[in-house]
């Protein structure tokens, strides 16, 4: 007897991974779930990993994402943001549905398609990972060349620029090199525990004007 997907249950925080996954079994995984579902999906050379992630874990993304979409419009900067989708790519193996991700130095090369195909287009420019629960694997990051991964566990901001086709740790982010953000954004997402999320994206914009206005 052959184990459905649909009877496997993952509880908040956990993870299953399942080994010797091919590639069509991978796209069929994707098909059978649609879009609609609560869990994220990983796959890199033939291992699956399927997520379901805490409250905790969601409210630390939408914050964190929200602060970044605070700083590319103060700082004037085309963007766009296109969550959890799935990106993926055949012939590198890969697949990923990060957090959170962005589009920025190649906005306009996507700017307005309703798919995203690697193989023509680039991938984000910017993966967002919440590790609360999990610690993400760079090894389909990798595969997909993501320049900047971010990852936060709970406390600390590591940021992550691809460099010669892996990833190295960084105090600085490319895509923002003149703001402290492995310092301030960890601040910040606990300030919104406190003082609020509306209170939080006013005081963090003001941050980014005076640091703007000090270059």
């Not at 649609?34 to 805490?54: D, F, H, V, W």
Request: proline share 5%; with cysteine.
């Amino acid at each position: 007897m052959l184990l459905e997907l649909s009877q496997i249950i993952v509880p908040p925080g956990q993870q299953v991974l399942l080994n010797n996954v091919s590639w069509q079994m991978y796209e069929n995984i994707l098909d059978d779930l649609g879009e609609c579902r609560g869990a994220k999906i990983n796959y890199s050379q033939g291992m699956l990993e399927i997520m379901t992630p805490l409250p905790e874990h969601e409210d630390d993304k939408v914050i964190i994402g929200d602060l970044v979409k605070a700083l590319l419009e103060e700082l004037d900067i085309e963007f766009r943001s296109l969550g959890s989708t799935t990106f993926k790519s055949k012939g590198m193996a890969a697949g990923i549905e990060a957090d959170d991700c962005f589009y920025i130095q190649n906005e306009a090369l996507i700017r307005g398609k309703k798919r995203i195909d690697l193989t023509v287009d680039p991938p984000p420019d910017l993966a967002i990972e919440i590790d609360i629960t999990s610690r993400t694997r760079f090894n389909n990051y990798e595969a997909l060349r993501v320049p900047e991964l971010w990852r936060y566990d709970g406390q600390s901001l590591e940021i992550n620029v691809l460099e010669y086709d892996i990833y190295l740790k960084s105090n600085l982010s490319r895509l923002f090199p003149q703001f402290p953000l492995n310092d301030v954004i960890p601040q910040y997402v606990e300030q919104s525990k406190t003082a609020g999320r509306n209170a939080t994206m006013k005081a963090f914009r003001n941050w980014v004007r005076e640091q703007i206005d000090n270059i």
